[in-house]
């Protein structure tokens, strides 16, 4: 029995070339045909009317504004004051003295 030589073409495989279904646009979630609708039925009801409370927003925003600064300031705060405990820590467990000095007013006689 003889062995059968596959031919070059065979050899290389074959390409197939898909074409796509719609023209290649700057929207490729652009498909025609379709009407352009909204995904929610309904946003009417989240609009806001006349009265949207311009003022009691920007209120609230600089309310919201000083509680983050607060909160900023006291993180910082904290992280130095356990930063210089441990700068004394560090500084007795070693053996140093004078790690901590104590100001005494002078007093004059």
Not at 6 to 35: C, K, T, Y
Request: charge should be positive; aromatic fraction near 8%; include cysteine.
């Amino acid at each position: 029995m003889k062995s059968r030589q596959p031919r070059l073409d065979e050899q290389r495989g074959r390409v197939v070339q898909f074409r796509p279904q719609f023209p290649r646009s700057r929207n490729d979630n652009f498909r025609p045909g379709h009407q352009k609708c909204s995904p929610v039925k309904y946003v009417g009801k989240y609009a806001r009317g006349e009265d949207d409370g311009y003022h009691h927003r920007m209120v609230n925003n600089l309310l919201a504004c000083v509680v983050l600064c607060l909160i900023v300031y006291c993180g910082i705060w904290i992280a130095d004051t356990m930063a210089q405990m441990r700068r004394d820590q560090d500084c007795v467990l070693t053996g140093h003295t004078n790690c901590a000095p104590i100001k005494v007013r002078a007093t004059t006689q």
